[in-house]
């Protein structure tokens, strides 16, 4: 399944299941991802809040607001993917498609979890004034800078 995902792009996968164990889920939820994404892409998550003057840390704390950290039941490789964090991987490979890539970035991750409206990360995000169309044009504008043309389809 994460074979087109680029190392930074499995890290995020990696830190939310992660994330999720600390918190004690039954499930990886896009909350996770976006602390995953925090982790792993330091550079796009100060690319994407940064540009709006939001502090990484503060994000995080508002996703860990009133939750409690404890240990985790499930055994930390059998933690699966909730309906909405498997929507939001499903949102990353349709906008890499859509732009001509063979891999799945952070980027894709980004958007896709924008596109996943009503779910607790996207809702973060757009307190922090990070729309779908903010991301798109910053992801298209890093992706011509970061990946060479031999990674688009």
Request: proline content about 1%.
């Given at each position: 399944m994460f074979q087109r995902y680029?190392?930074?792009?499995?890290?995020?996968?990696?830190?939310?299941?992660?994330?999720?164990?600390?918190f004690g889920s039954p499930s990886i939820g896009t909350e996770h991802?976006?602390?995953?994404?925090?982790r792993a892409d330091?550079?796009?998550?100060?690319?994407i809040l940064g540009a709006?003057?939001?502090s990484i840390d503060s994000t995080r704390a508002s996703l860990k607001e009133g939750k409690t950290t404890r240990p985790?039941?499930?055994?930390?490789?059998?933690?699966?993917?909730?309906?909405?964090?498997?929507?939001?991987?499903?949102?990353?490979?349709?906008?890499?498609?859509g732009?001509?890539?063979?891999?799945?970035?952070?980027?894709?991750?980004?958007v896709g979890l924008l596109r996943e409206e009503h779910c607790r990360?996207?809702?973060?995000?757009?307190?922090q004034e990070v729309s779908l169309l903010f991301a798109r044009e910053r992801v298209v504008r890093a992706q011509d800078k970061y990946y060479p043309p031999d990674l688009r389809l």
């Open positions: 680029t190392i930074q792009a499995r890290r995020v996968v990696f830190f939310a299941l992660y994330e999720g164990a600390g991802l976006l602390l995953g994404l925090l330091k550079e796009l998550a100060e690319r709006h003057n939001s985790s039941a499930l055994h930390v490789k059998t933690l699966p993917l909730s309906e909405e964090s498997k929507r939001v991987l499903n949102y990353a490979a349709e906008e890499a498609d732009a001509g890539h063979k891999y799945i970035g952070t980027e894709h991750l980004l990360a996207a809702k973060i995000l757009k307190e």
